[in-house]
């Protein structure tokens, strides 16, 4: 055992040694005691599985802290204030509202990350638009192809329908 151990197990045990006259559901008594009867090193185990979850959770709180401190960093910082080239990014910016009248647009603006996810995705930032981006082209190339098929279907393009299957088949035989 080490130093740093036998610190931690003896401020456990002392603090368990404090604790008296404590309330016990008679159903959960019998129940540990037979656990402690059925396994001899069942108190062992215990203060060993409560020191290593104590260490998990203030690892944990100081994580937190670190982050929520990082967050609060990050917050008080103007805009662009990374500086150069790519510290300003106009790209993760949400478009400007369009005006009321018409539709509307139907294409989403900005980041194809849910707001929720935007801050813990290792996506985010620069190579977070730049993944919104490629995937926003390859979906509307797509797209365009599929509406082009639809609209052109009674004569046959092989240049279009080869570069959209790599066995030759025709593009309407994709689900085969």
């Not at 190579?127 to 052109?152: K, P, R, S």
């Amino acid at each position: 055992m080490t130093h740093e151990e036998q610190r931690l197990l003896t401020i456990f045990l002392d603090e368990l040694g404090k604790v008296r006259d404590v309330a016990k559901d008679p159903a959960a008594e019998a129940l540990i005691k037979a656990a402690g009867t059925a396994q001899p090193d069942a108190m062992y185990l215990l203060v060993q599985r409560c020191l290593l979850q104590d260490q998990a959770l203030n690892a944990a709180r100081s994580r937190i802290e670190d982050l929520q401190q990082q967050l609060e960093r990050e917050k008080s910082q103007p805009p662009g204030a990374a500086g150069g080239f790519l510290g300003d990014n106009p790209w993760g910016r949400p478009a400007a509202p369009a005006p009321a009248s018409g539709p509307g647009p139907l294409v989403q603006s900005g980041p194809l990350v849910p707001p929720g996810l935007a801050a813990a995705s290792p996506f985010s930032g620069f190579l977070g638009n730049a993944v919104a981006t490629a995937a926003g082209v390859a979906g509307g190339a797509f797209l365009f192809h599929g509406i082009e098929n639809l609209l052109h279907s009674s004569h046959h393009d092989p240049g279009l329908t080869d570069s959209l299957t790599s066995s030759g088949h025709p593009a309407g035989d994709l689900a085969s």
